[in-house]
Each structure stands twice: as structure tokens, then as C-alpha cells.
């Protein structure tokens, strides 16, 4: 079982439209979780950071924490053909020094 | 204030050169870490190191890989004797903290011919 679970994708969604992004860790001791956004060929971008249960909003971003169901996802609202990349979700642990384990990553294309 | 940087940007090697890539954290950050992202498969944890102290190297193999970061300098990911299979793209994050958010640099890939 990977620690970081991800679905691979393609994620196609229209132009406008609102993009759900999923993903699942099996270490209950992760307490700071990342998302990352990595177009071809780049280095990974920094999009959201989230450590406590709930729901944390970044002008089209919203990320979200649910510990108990070991669960985080990121909406993108008003979805652009420029966020079609690959988005990764990480897990780190502090008293691990916080070195990031990766999901996979999920693919998103946003047609025009 | 500058991001993270690496160099080299690109770097091409024959079976068993060595292969030194260095990384500059942004300013402020003492925590670096490596990672490695083999085509087509995810980002790899493989070291982490604040100044002058390898905190957690779990993630490296074990032969022909170090890592440093001295006093004064980059961090420094040295690759001794170098296979095809270390071909791949290798990153460098720096925090600020263990608990704040890593910024990547821009990557150096690497080929081993």
C-alpha cells in the first residue's frame, strides 16, 4: 500500500467549471499536508499548505483536511486551460523533519 | 529575495563519471532537502540536511551517494560512478523550519549515457 494514494487521472474538466482533486495517506502520524502543482518538464509549485481539520481557501484554491478519514483534497473554482498540470499531494511529519512523502500526482486538463 | 537555486540546470554524464549537483536554498531557510523523480514516477525523498549535519539520509541508496552542506556554500548531492539508471530529475527543497513549507528549486536533470 503506498503511504500517499492519488488517482492518476486524466481529471478533464470544462473550462469554468470546478476541479476535485483527491487524496488518501496511511500514516496517522502526517501532520502538515501540501499540494503542489508540477507542469511538464518543471519543478513542483507550492499551492496550498493545510494542518488543521477543516477547510482553508486561497483565492481559487481550497484545500481540505479530514484527519479521521485520513483524507485530503483540493478544489480549483473557475478552473483556466493554464492550470491543466499535474498535481501532487505530499504528507510530512515533524518530528520527521518533515521530509515529504508524494503521491503520485493527478493529471488535470482544462479544455477550453 | 531569490528562490531556491540549483545548478547545474542540466547535466549529462557517462557511465561511471561522478555527477555533483549543488543547491542554494532561499534566504533565511537552514533546512534543505533532496529529492529524486525517475521519468514517468514520482517525487522520491532522499536526504535532508541543515548546516554542517545530515539530519535523515533514509531515502538515499546506499553506494556512491552523499550529500553535504557546509558551513559556507550550497548543499551538494554527489553521485560517484554514475549508471544509466541514475538518469532522472533531482530536486532541491528549502524550509525554514520542520513544520513550514518546502519551495523547490528549479531541478537539475541528469543523464548518464
Known amino acids: 500500500q503506498k503511504e500517499v494514494e492519488q488517482n492518476s487521472g486524466p481529471l478533464s474538466v470544462p473550462e469554468g467549471a470546478i476541479a476535485s482533486l483527491n487524496c488518501t495517506y496511511s500514516?496517522?502520524?502526517?501532520?502538515?499536508f501540501f499540494w503542489y502543482r508540477q507542469y511538464s518538464g518543471k519543478s513542483p509549485e507550492l499551492i496550498m499548505f493545510i494542518y488543521s481539520n477543516g477547510d482553508k481557501e486561497d483565492g481559487r484554491f481550497t484545500a481540505q483536511l479530514n484527519k479521521a478519514s485520513q483524507y485530503v483534497s483540493l478544489l480549483i473554482r473557475d478552473s483556466q486551460p493554464s492550470d491543466s498540470a499535474t498535481y501532487l499531494c505530499?504528507?510530512?511529519?515533524?518530528?520527521?523533519?518533515?521530509?515529504?512523502?508524494f503521491g503520485g500526482g493527478t493529471r488535470v486538463l482544462v479544455k477550453p | 529575495n531569490a528562490g531556491v537555486m540549483q545548478n547545474p540546470r542540466h547535466l549529462v554524464r557517462r557511465r561511471g563519471q561522478e555527477a555533483r549537483l549543488r543547491c542554494s536554498p532561499m534566504k533565511g531557510h537552514s533546512h534543505v532537502y533532496w529529492y529524486r523523480q525517475l521519468p514517468e514516477e514520482g517525487l522520491k525523498f532522499m536526504v535532508y540536511?541543515?548546516?554542517?549535519?545530515?539530519?535523515?539520509e533514509s531515502g538515499m541508496p546506499k553506494e556512491r551517494f552523499s550529500a553535504e552542506f557546509p558551513k559556507e556554500g550550497p548543499s551538494i548531492l554527489r553521485i560517484q560512478q554514475v549508471v544509466r539508471g541514475d538518469s532522472a530529475a533531482y530536486f532541491c527543497a528549502s524550509s525554514p523550519s520542520t513544520s513550514g513549507e518546502q519551495f523547490f528549486g528549479p531541478g537539475t536533470r541528469l543523464t548518464v549515457l
Open positions: 500514516d496517522r502520524g502526517s501532520q502538515s
Open positions: 540536511l541543515q548546516k554542517e549535519n545530515i539530519i535523515d
Open positions: 505530499a504528507g510530512g511529519r515533524e518530528a520527521a523533519g518533515n521530509k515529504l512523502t
